[in-house]
């Protein structure tokens, strides 16, 4: 191995995510936003580009979509891409501003197909958001062996102290059968 | 704004990084690796490439140094790119796996200049690393405005319970000296 230091990363979308998202049309509903999250979770079991995992950032009034992320940790050797952490870089790229919630910024949420883990958790105060809701619960996750971290009641009070709202949402099952069918694909449990 | 999808991003050292970090020699002593964590977050605020904190990860055993990382928010607009990130990042790009930990893998440990926020503690178990060794304190850090998020003991005693070991480490004056320094310079508190 080289002693050549490493001075940079891409952090990338798999390809399909161009294609199979529609960036243009807003998304009313709670369902709706949940819907896209889950839906490209699943996409990215059934491309093997990455863990049942997936998220979308939405402006909380419009429904404007602005980003989205998988689960890339295997195929990126990198434990930190989340899908979660994937659509916090990628909307802060996208608006050239390292928070979501800056001084004349609209409202954002994320939606995500599971309960985010500890590092999600802690990500989302620097992120901007001010809204998470989640499908698959951390029970969920847990039962196929994905550990959620150190996250406690005190971590939501904390979160929710500081302005941010969280909420179970919708197309848990959805979510869980994304899960299941990971699990029997013999997909990588890589933070178990 | 462009509705367009960003679909990936790079993140990268400042490129002075390359020049002042000697990626050749062993690092023996915490005191050693500290002073490198230490000297690359002096380094950061110098050349005003970011923000006040500086990370390295090195086998525990020979010293090998395998990446460093400095925080990047500001300057790439990515509120996760703290040094302790960047630094998981760059070593499991460098050794290309999602975790530093993995069989045949020996012990990597990270050193950073100031004790790590909820997001990092919490990015620390799926990178691999078995010992994080800090010099300022999230004390100092919060006497600046700086938040560490939700952390708590039952933090720590989860993280140790599942193998990783955590120590208030050498330098923490000279640590200190640069968050100040780095007030002074009236530089960003970005999560305030």
Redesign the interface.
Known sequence: ?S???????????PGW??SA?D??RSYESDVERMRLAVFIARENVRYETGGPFGAAIFEAETG?LV??GVNR??A?????LHAE?VA????????????LGGPGQPAHELFTSCEP???????T????VTRVVWAATREDAGRLAF?E??V?Q??YD??TARGIRFAAGPLRDEARRILIEYDRQGGEI??G
């Open positions: 191995m002693s050549d230091p490493t001075t940079s990363i891409t952090v990338s979308l995510v161009s998202v960036f243009e404007r980003s989205v940790v295997v990126l050797n990198n434990s930190t952490m916090f870089m990628l909307a802060q790229a996208k608006l050239q501003s390292y928070t883990c500890a590092m999600c958790l802690g990500a105060p620097w992120s901007g550990d971290g150190p406690f005190a971590t904390y979160l890589y933070n």
